[in-house]
């Protein structure tokens, strides 16, 4: 006797996000990640006087050739936005350490939201060190259309000065 033949939902489950094309308006890849100088999802890194000295600010990594096209400079303030509409607040670090076309946030930061401070939502005493955006919050509830599994870590994004 032979198994069962499984039928996966997949073709229609996600079709109204396939049909989406959001690539002409969120023309750059955005990938999220580690930094080496913060542990864990950043909170033990931020509340640290003596280790949050290592990484000031939430940033997002920018081509040059990107960067020259968009109008942004190194240091300077953009917003980051996926398809979803969530966006972000944050330094631009101009950088050929990143392909064209690509760009980088680290996930560690909390404490902004949108370009607004949250500290005043912090018990008293309890505010951390460093703040800055959740790069989460331009992220998208996407999924691997091949293995169907869960895709938090990379969108589409467009980045504007802000």
Sequence with gaps: MG??????????L?????????????????TSGRLVEYEGGGEETRSNPWLAVLQQEMFVEINIVDANNLGIKDGQDVWVEGPDKGRVKVKAMVTPR????LAFMPFHFG????GDSLLDKYPEGSEPYVIGESCNTATTYGYDPVTVMQE???????????
């Design 111 to 114: 404490g902004v939201f949108q």
């Design 14 to 30: 996600y079709k109204s996000i396939q049909d989406i094309d959001a690539a002409k308006e969120y023309p750059i890849i955005l």
């Design 98 to 101: 990143v392909y064209e076309g």
């Design 152 to 162: 938090t870590k990379v969108t589409l994004c467009k980045i504007v000065p802000a």
């Design 3 to 12: 198994r069962p033949e499984r039928h996966l939902p997949t073709a229609t």
